[in-house]
């Protein structure tokens, strides 16, 4: 019991990007397979909206971590920053600019699931997944809430459920036009700045082969890995080598040696290959 008790435990699911990015590390870094026990939270239904879970992180996002000596990790760069310095393996450190930077809400990568830009784009995301996501998670908001274990958590409840609920009726036919239009160009704009992010900032800091971190991945390639993954992913790529071709839908230009030359080295990573398994996500 007691060894099984001091696992340290790392929250995640199989969709979530940021999840992917501790996942990476993990094998990366040279942990045992059993050496951190994964725990799932599906996003889908809204799980991670529970008080129990948001005792463990107010923001009720993943990656969520807990170490051994019960500290909470409650975002991507510090879950991955702990894993690295307690790690079998040592590998470069990542460069604080630069991962604050791909964590920006400017290139968001969650922010792509819902980005629609016309009505053609807005009809079928009313008909698939984005609408039943928000759904699930309308619901779980509003049922959690009312639970008497939710009082410490009213402010959370209250600042989101309007927020996650204004794009329900969106994506329910219940928005104003002036509205539906608002959304089209940020969404516009969202796009813009993936595209901007890909073609123009990324070969200032990528390598002609390797990763970041050098001849093997280390902290920033951890993130950007999972970024990548999920903006070829939503663009149709799938998990293999020249897939990369895919962000020309967007680009209209076409995708930068370095970055194809990148993308190309983590798709033969064997972490890579684990974490992917099911398709890119
Ligand atoms: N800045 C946060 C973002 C984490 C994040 O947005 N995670 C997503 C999954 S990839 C999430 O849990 N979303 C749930 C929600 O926002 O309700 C980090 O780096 O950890
Ligand atoms: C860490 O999470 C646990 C729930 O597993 C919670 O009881 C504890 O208060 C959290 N610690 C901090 C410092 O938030
Ligand atoms: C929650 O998110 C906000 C905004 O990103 C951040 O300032 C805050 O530190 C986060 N709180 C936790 C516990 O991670
Ligand atoms: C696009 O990027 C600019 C510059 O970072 C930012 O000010 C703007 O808010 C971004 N727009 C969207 C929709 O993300």
Redesign the pocket.
């Known amino acids: 019991m007691g060894s099984r008790m001091s696992k340290p435990v790392l929250y995640v699911?199989g969709l979530?990007?940021?999840?992917a990015a501790p996942q990476l590390a993990i094998v990366e870094l040279g942990y045992a397979p059993d050496a951190i026990k994964q725990k799932v939270v599906n996003?889908a239904e809204?799980a991670?909206?529970t008080p129990g879970f948001l005792k463990l992180n107010p923001?009720?996002?993943?990656?969520t971590f807990t170490s051994v000596d019960g500290k909470n990790f409650?975002?991507?760069?510090d879950?991955i920053k702990y894993l690295a310095q307690h790690a079998p393996k040592k590998v470069a450190p990542g460069d604080k600019a630069f991962l604050d930077r791909i964590?920006e809400d400017s290139i968001?990568?969650?922010f792509i699931i819902f980005a629609v830009r016309n009505e053609e784009e807005l009809k079928a995301a009313s008909s698939g997944f984005p609408h039943t996501f928000l759904e699930n998670?309308q619901s779980s908001l509003i049922k959690n809430s009312q639970t008497p274990e939710a009082a410490p958590f009213k402010a959370f409840y209250d600042a989101?459920i309007p927020v996650?609920g204004g794009l329900l009726d969106l994506f329910s036919g219940k928005a104003s036009e002036s509205d539906k239009k608002a959304f089209f160009e940020l969404s516009a704009k969202h796009w813009e700045n993936i595209s901007n992010f890909i073609v123009n900032e990324l070969p200032t800091v990528l390598p002609d082969s390797g990763f970041i971190g050098g001849e093997i991945p280390g902290e920033a390639d951890f993130h950007l890995g999972a970024w990548l993954a999920r903006v070829a992913h939503i663009l149709g790529g799938k998990n293999a080598q020249g897939e990369y071709k895919v962000f020309e839908k967007e680009t209209k230009v076409p995708v930068p040696t370095k970055v194809a030359a990148y993308f190309d080295a983590w798709v033969t990573r064997p972490s890579w290959q684990q974490v992917y398994a099911e398709g890119l996500h």
């Open positions: 699911f979530s990007v940021w999840a996003l809204g991670n909206f923001n009720a996002t993943l990656p409650t975002n991507t760069y879950v964590h968001d990568p969650n998670r989101k996650n």
